[in-house]
C-alpha cells in the first residue's frame, strides 16, 4: 500500500554513518528530509548530497533534520562521503542510513516489499525508484513526497520553499500561491469565512473573486 500525505511516517530501526537511530526518536520535535539514493558512488547523487551538507544551515534554521538513505553498507556510505567532500566541497555532517536489507526502501514502498536479496550485487538501475524525497513533520506524519528519475538531480532549493510554506500554513489559516517565495502575498484559507477573516486579517485583502482572497504574509 502506498504512503499518502498524512500518513504516519513509518518508523523504523536502521544503522547509519552516525550509529543506530530510532527514526522517531531521531526526529524528536523537528521536521525531518529524509532523501533516497539507489546507490553509493553514482554521479547525480554525489551531487544531491553534496548540495545538502552546502545548505544544511538553512534547514537547521527552519527546525528540521537531514537524512540521507543509500542502498549499502555503511562501509561503502563512508568511502563515498570521502568522495563527495573532495568534488562538492561541502562535508556531509547528517546521518546517510545504511539500507543493505532493503528494510527501509520495502517500508516506504521505493521498492516492492516481496523484493529478494540484500543490496549485494544490485545495481544503481536495479533500486532506480529508490529516489525519493519525504518531508516528516513534528508530529511523526508525512507532508510532501516527491520521487524522480535517475537521470535528474533534484531542486533541494525547492524543498526548501516548500517547507517555509508548509511551516507557514500550519501557523497561520492561509494558503500559499502558485511560485510563492516567502515574503510574497499569500491567499486566505478557504476554510476561512469572511466575518473570521475580518478579525484575522484586520488590514483587509484584494479580492478578484469572491474564493480569491489575497493578503500580505502574516508574521
Known amino acids: 500500500m502506498s504512503l499518502r500525505i498524512n500518513d504516519v511516517a513509518p518508523n523504523f530501526t536502521a544503522e547509519t554513518t552516525q550509529g543506530p537511530i530510532d527514526f522517531h526518536q531521531w526526529i524528536g520535535d523537528k521536521w525531518a528530509i529524509l532523501f533516497s539514493h539507489p546507490k553509493d558512488f553514482t554521479p547525480v547523487c554525489t551531487t ?4 545538502m551538507a552546502k ?7 527552519r527546525g528540521a533534520k537531514l537524512i540521507g538513505l543509500s542502498v549499502d553498507p555503511s562501509e561503502a556510505h563512508g568511502r563515498w562521503l570521502a568522495d563527495i567532500e573532495e568534488t562538492q566541497g561541502s562535508k556531509v555532517n547528517y546521518p546517510i542510513i545504511a539500507d543493505h536489507d532493503l528494510k527501509v526502501a520495502k517500508l516506504y514502498n521505493m521498492l516492492p516489499a516481496e ?4 543490496s549485494e550485487g544490485r545495481t544503481a538501475a536495479t533500486n532506480q525508484t ?5 518531508v516528516v513533520g513534528p508530529d511523526k506524519k ?3 513526497t516527491l520521487t524522480y528519475p535517475m537521470t535528474t538531480g533534484r ?6 520553499r516548500v517547507l517555509d510554506s508548509m511551516q ?27 466575518d473570521d477573516a475580518k478579525t484575522l486579517f484586520p488590514c483587509g485583502w484584494k479580492s478578484p473573486k ?6 500580505k504574509q502574516p508574521g
Open 55 to 61: 545548505i544544511e544551515p538553512e534547514f537547521t534554521k
Open 155 to 160: 531542486n533541494f532549493d525547492e524543498i526548501l
Open 210 to 215: 469572491p474564493y480569491l482572497r489575497i493578503v
Open 130 to 134: 529508490v529516489r525519493s524525497v519525504f
Open 168 to 194: 507557514l500554513t500550519a501557523r497561520h489559516k492561509v494558503a500559499t500561491p502558485v511560485n510563492w517565495k516567502h515574503g510574497d502575498d499569500v491567499i486566505i484559507a478557504g476554510s476561512v469565512s469572511d
Open 115 to 118: 523484493e529478494p536479496g540484500t
Open 142 to 144: 508525512i507532508k510532501l
Open 48 to 51: 544531491e548530497l553534496g548540495y
